[in-house]
């Protein structure tokens, strides 16, 4: 009887197997610290064009300009670049713990700078809004209000717009994708619990 029992459970227990475990342990498990990167393609800040494998990658922190190349993206089945997917990035696995976007600005007493809002989406209008500043990581993390914002005609927060932040006057270069992700993948497929129930009710 229980060599019967283990033959109506075998199939559906390697099937388990091979949907949950295989794709995981395809993505190698890296030691180290939260990385801080931004797509740099021309997708823009679009949640629903998955970047292509060999995107670059730019890490903002803790190592600035240090690029990955992404080798593997996994999503979690909603459809967009969201909080719980998996990628790989030099062929090592990272799961995304915070996804945003990142504005680059031209300033008067500094070159470049970079920030991210608090508050996602950002307003149309920025005015009020406090932004988290993430380049140069030596200043990672100070938080400074957006006073003023007058825009290049479009109606919205885009390239050309200028800004007063922290006391000094900029202009908007540009904005890109950002993510914020921790080493380790973790299983995550859509439609694999509903394999999993089909084979399992099919013998149960």
């Not at 099937?15 to 021309?42: M, Y």
Request: with cysteine; proline share 6%.
């Amino acid at each position: 009887m229980c060599a019967t029992f283990l033959r109506r459970i075998g199939c559906p227990l390697v099937l388990a197997f091979v949907v949950l475990i295989v794709p995981f342990l395809a993505f190698s498990q890296p030691q180290g610290t939260i990385l801080h990167l931004e797509l740099q393609v021309s997708t823009g800040v679009s949640k629903t064009a998955f970047p292509n494998d060999g995107s670059v990658w730019a890490e903002l922190y803790p190592n600035e300009a240090t690029d990955f190349a992404q080798t593997a993206y996994q999503d979690d089945g909603d459809g967009q670049i969201s909080v719980g997917d998996n990628i790989q990035l030099d062929g090592n696995g990272y799961r995304i713990t915070w996804v945003g976007v990142t504005h680059h600005l031209n300033c008067a007493q500094h070159p470049h700078r970079a920030y991210e809002p608090t508050v996602l989406p950002s307003a149309p209008n920025p005015t009020g809004e406090i932004w988290t500043q993430v380049y140069p990581a030596t200043e990672f993390g100070t938080q400074h209000q957006v006073d003023d914002w007058i825009d290049n005609g479009d109606a919205q927060l885009s390239a050309g717009d200028e800004l007063l932040i922290g006391g000094q006057d900029c202009t908007l270069t540009g904005s890109l994708l950002t993510v914020q992700v921790e080493p380790g993948a973790v299983p995550n497929h859509d439609g694999s619990w509903g394999t999993l129930k089909a084979a399992f009710g099919r013998i149960f």
